[in-house]
């Protein structure tokens, strides 16, 4: 299923959609700076239920739903600097398919986790519906703080 939205810049319509994920779509994502965590493996993220936005032929951002294991799910994301501006589109799309998602994949529980530095994630994570469960200590590969977000139904 696609998802299409139009934006109305300055001087141009960029128009957005949003497609089922495809292996590597994450690879075409021009990543912000500072973020450096390896994507999981195209077979795990096949696993789960995922999509790509698309400016045009950009990819601008991707995510989804990874199985941890029964009943819980890690909420992953990939999101470029072109995606600015578009964040109203994004966050509705997202806020809705969760408890979709959540549905399809029999799950009671996803969770995602951001850098406790990172407050524009931070807000992302509370705008697509999350709530903050913890501060997880020295969690990040770097060695820094990760803040968990929390959807859940039981």
């Known amino acids: 299923?696609?998802?299409h939205a139009g934006r109305t810049g300055w001087s141009e319509q960029v128009d957005l959609i949003i497609k089922p994920y495809s292996s590597g779509d994450w690879a075409r994502v021009k990543i912000?700076?500072?973020?450096?965590?390896?994507p999981a493996p195209d077979d795990m993220i096949m696993n789960g239920i995922a999509g790509t936005v698309y400016a045009g032929d950009s990819v601008?951002?991707?995510?989804?739903?990874?199985?941890?294991?029964?009943?819980?799910?890690?909420?992953w994301s990939y999101v470029s600097d072109e995606a600015r501006g578009h964040g109203r589109f994004i966050v509705r799309n997202?806020?809705?398919?969760?408890?979709?998602?959540m549905e399809e994949m029999n799950l009671h529980r996803v969770q995602a986790t951001v850098q406790s530095h990172r407050e524009e994630y931070i807000r992302f994570a509370k705008a697509i519906g999350l709530e903050w469960e913890s501060t997880m200590k020295c969690a990040a590969p770097t060695g820094e703080d990760m803040e968990m977000f929390v959807k859940v139904d039981c």
């Open 1 to 3: 299923m696609e998802h």
């Open 32 to 38: 912000r700076w500072g973020d450096g965590f390896a």
């Open 60 to 75: 601008i951002a991707c995510g989804g739903v990874l199985p941890l294991y029964e009943g819980v799910g890690q909420v």
């Open 94 to 101: 997202v806020r809705n398919a969760i408890p979709v998602i």
